[in-house]
């Protein structure tokens, strides 16, 4: 188990809707310090235990400068990552679909490398990876990624035992988010989603499915493909 009480938090991505519930309820649990890192990040929190922090993920020159700033993390969560606008497989370039990778795969593995060192030094430390129920169900590039994302996570939890870092994996449907405002779809509240993955990190849990659409996803990957796409039945 991994308690929030005098954790040292770092949340990537802290300026979106997600990062800044990660951030008050990290607080609200009694975390010492949250660095909020961000390209740009806020300077505007109010709130001496939070430390802003500039952090491009698809920078390793930046991921390397704020893991010798951030040497005291405990909790690290990859929350920082792009949508892809919806765009078609078959008829996008490579290298557009290369760049949705590059943030939401291969920027994640590099804070987590650059990091590892950082939580092995750190008793009690912790990796929180966010994914989406779109990691099980395939409409794009970015749900591609995001199981992706979601394998190497499955591979980096058993390699991060041998430093006694646990790693959580969280998944989640449509989140009331700046990022997704367009979106005339039923949204979830950050916060509704942030205390049920925190929740899980605290019980131990190693995979948290935080709300009914990501439960409803996971679950209908042990029926037939056509229970996840119904339009398969309908071609057949």
Do not use: C
Not at 23 to 30: I, N, Y
């Amino acid at each position: 188990m991994t308690a929030l009480r005098n954790a040292v938090v770092l949340v990537t991505g802290a300026n979106g809707g997600l990062g800044r519930a990660f951030v008050a309820d990290a607080l609200q649990r009694g975390a010492a310090k949250v660095y909020a890192s961000a390209r740009t990040p806020r300077d505007d929190w109010n709130d001496p235990r939070i430390v802003p922090l500039t952090l491009d993920i698809n920078s390793p020159e930046s991921v390397a400068a704020a893991a010798e700033q951030a040497a005291d993390t405990t909790v690290l969560i990859n929350n920082a990552g792009i949508l892809d606008g919806g765009l078609p497989t078959l008829s996008t370039p490579l290298d557009a679909m290369r760049s949705v990778f590059e943030t939401n795969v291969f920027a994640q593995l590099s804070v987590i490398q650059t990091f590892a060192p950082v939580l092995a030094r750190n008793d009690g430390s912790a990796v929180i990876n966010v994914h989406s129920a779109l990691s099980w169900l395939g409409v794009g590039p970015y749900s591609a990624s995001k199981a992706a994302f979601w394998s190497f996570s499955n591979v980096l939890r058993v390699e991060l035992l041998e430093q006694k870092t646990h790693l959580l994996g969280a998944h989640l449907g449509y989140t009331d988010t700046p990022m997704i405002a367009a979106l005339d779809v039923p949204k979830e509240d950050p916060r509704d989603i942030v205390a049920a993955i925190f929740d899980g990190l605290e019980a131990g849990e190693h995979e948290v499915l935080a709300d009914d659409t990501s439960r409803q996803v996971k679950q209908g990957l042990s029926g037939p493909l056509s229970a996840l796409y119904p339009q398969l039945q309908t071609a057949s």
